[in-house]
């Protein structure tokens, strides 16, 4: 068994203003694991995160980063453990050039000049952003920025990674520049990941396990277990990944398969398959139910029903 | 993409003013500056004037854009130039309807002028010949107080992120068939969407308070930075401070 990286125990939280932004939330992280946080807009998520870190401090409740209560931590100690990207890298970048800027957070860590030097510029390079040492952050793109400030907190090298909407309004090259490197860094590094993210297409390739938010814990489970559930997904608001809704469909053509697809690469495999069990072909047709089947899946996701 | 207004625009250029050391560049500059601001007679001014010209042509900063800055202190200057003939006492000139312009009042006009536009000329050598971010580095290494050096450092960091809302929200009302005029609907228009403005640079401040805790902060950014004067460096400073000083001792000698 895996140690837990990251234990919350009846965490809630109010702003000053009165939002109740989170109300009993209880997850455990286990170390090693990336996690996709989901919920819609004001779920909650954002809030979460900061107190992943000790930012907020929950009116009641626990957080534990492996075993230990972030109240006991001193700010160092957790800063070291946790890394927090944050959505819109105008708040993370503040320096006036992009190696200052990474260079921050291992200098307040009190290594030596020569040390930082070596974190800059490993950070620089894991993120395909060598040459841009001396850009200022308003001579970048957006997609650069956000490369930018990921790089900034793996610079101070955290064994956990918690990123808050890390593709949202990425071009597409750009997002899956970011979801290899994001892997990376787990496969790599080993480094525990909590993601938070409205790209449903991205969590297959992103999570090994979901948390549904919605100001408390509404579920927890695989991709698969959270995304078979159609009463869960409906009460929430949740989408599913496109190349599921599309075999979804492909059901309703009298496609036969056990297990539907939530990624491309779950969909080459799956049709392999079945191509293979098949005798070399699939067939698909139009039958009795076929209409009524594509009707009850427009009516599932709330599409629009044409005339 | 956006117009930022960049100081630091043409630092990336290759000169003298360039190649001199940040950090006696601001020294050697500012002394030099306040001797000129502080120079009694025109005589004398117009040779600071004739100096602050050659410092900026050896800079190789493009004119447009050195005239660019230099033209806003002629807003300044001119009320001078025309106010003060009239009201310094003196050898009369000419004079109608009762107001006299005399001799030492012009003299003194054109003084304050000169002393101002040399001043802001010798500014672009100091500041624009060097990338703004070691600018602050270098005075930070001069020990001014940390406070200013993040004040600035911060400054100009989220100068260019308001530009851009302020860009932003702008175009949205654009967009609406928003049109500037001097009405109450447009003034109260406006003074809204300024409020809208500071409220977001309010909550960006705090979420940039929150993500610089994130990284360790505890009251002052450090930055490594490695300076290192050479010899050139130490003539250059020095003939400058001289030239400054002498400005004020040579007609100590003269008149005597
Ligand atoms: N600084 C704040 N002050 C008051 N309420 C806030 C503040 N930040 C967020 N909230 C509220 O808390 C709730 C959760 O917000 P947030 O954590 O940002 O959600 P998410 O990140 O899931 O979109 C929302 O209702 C939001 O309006
Ligand atoms: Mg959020």
Redesign the pocket.
Known sequence: MKREAITVRNLSYS?P?G?K?LEDVNLEVYEGERIALV?P???????FMLHLNGTLRGTEGQVEIFGKSVDTMRREEIVKEVGLVFQDPDDQLFMPTLFDDIAFGPINQGLKEYEVRERVEKAISSLGLSGYEDRSPHHLSFGEKKKASLAAVIAMEPRILVLDEPTANLDPRSRTELIGIINELNEREGITMVI?THDVNAIPELADRIYALNRTIIETGTPHEIFFDGKLLKQNNLDVPDVFKLFEVLRCFGFNCEKLPLSLDEAISGLTTVIETEGGHIHLHIHEHTHEGVKEWRNKYGHHVPK | MVEYPEIDRYSSLDSPMHRFDPRAKLIAFTILIFSIVLLPNLKLALIGLLASILFLIASKLPLRFALQHIKWVFLFVVPFIIIMPFTVNGTEIFSFYGLTMTYEGLEYGILVAVRAISAVILVLPMIATTRFDITIKALAKLKMPNMLVQMFMFTYRYIFVFVVEFQRTWRAMAARGFKLKTNVYALKTIGKALGTLFVRSYERGERVYQALRSRGYTGSPKTLVVFKMHVLDYILAGTIIGFAVSLHIIPLYLHS
């Open positions: 702003y203003d939002t932004a919920g807009n004001g779920a909650g998520k954002t809030t938070a």
